[in-house]
């Protein structure tokens, strides 16, 4: 990733150059990943700016489970209700 054109600047200037929208962090040159580590580099930069820009995504099992809860939120928060008023009843005889 940090290949060179014939005029000194590089080929990929969004993985190997200062990172704008990081305050101008270079992580090609930093010393923890260093230079034998710009395949880390361009995993890290890939994922995090991905997440950063579009978020997380959520499985279409989750989703499904997600829309199901929803629907039936109602009834159980009924039925809870229903429950501790019951207790509360029962509490006060």
């Known amino acids: 990733w940090r290949v060179k054109k014939a005029d ?15 305050h101008g962090g270079d992580f090609a040159n930093h010393p923890i990943f260093g230079v034998d580590a710009t ?8 994922r995090v700016k991905t997440l950063r820009d579009m978020g997380g ?8 489970q997600l829309i199901q809860g929803l629907e039936t939120l109602s009834l159980r928060c009924k039925a809870h209700n229903e429950n501790a008023n019951a207790l509360a009843a029962w509490l006060n005889e």
Do not use: D, R
């Open 8 to 22: 000194g600047s590089f080929k990929f200037p969004l993985v190997a150059g200062p990172q704008v929208s990081y």
């Open 57 to 64: 995504c959520i499985s279409p099992f989750n989703s499904f």
């Open 39 to 46: 395949n880390t580099v361009f995993i890290l930069l890939a």
